[in-house]
């Protein structure tokens, strides 16, 4: 018998026994499921690994092309001039002419059940 591990959903696998291992189903994606002798399941994961390989090594060629030019950007970018000192402004008021409403601490200190929604007049 073979001997396997079945992802279950959310990265929960459970082992799994195949009793006559001379079929077996092998995701082809989107939900898709093909029966295969194990030589055809043997081919067919040999061409994906390929395939996923030359994949993996465009986007590496691409992440390589786009760290160059991020590179050459900073290179020919002239640095940014020193902040100015900003001049001190006038402290803003604490309270303007009418102070904020209160908000209730706690239910019980007013009488309601909303908590410290109710604002204290």
Do not use: W, Y
């Not at 079929?23 to 029966?35: D, K, N, P, S, W």
């Not at 001039?81 to 604490?94: F, Q």
């Not at 059940?113 to 204290?120: I, K, P, Q, V």
């Amino acid at each position: 018998p073979l001997r396997t591990q079945v992802d279950l959903g959310c990265n929960f696998f459970v082992t799994a026994e195949v009793p006559d291992p001379q079929r077996v189903f092998v995701a082809l994606g989107f939900g898709f499921f093909a029966e295969l002798t194990l030589p055809e399941a043997l081919r067919h994961l040999e061409r994906r690994s390929r395939l996923l390989q030359r994949l993996s090594d465009s986007l590496t060629q691409d992440g390589a092309k786009i760290r160059a030019h991020i590179r050459l950007v900073l290179e020919v970018t002239p640095p940014p001039p020193p902040p100015r000192p900003r001049p001190l402004a006038s402290p803003l008021p604490l309270f303007s002419q009418t102070p904020p409403p209160m908000l209730c601490p706690t239910p019980r200190a007013c009488g309601s059940s909303r908590g410290s929604r109710t604002l204290l007049r």
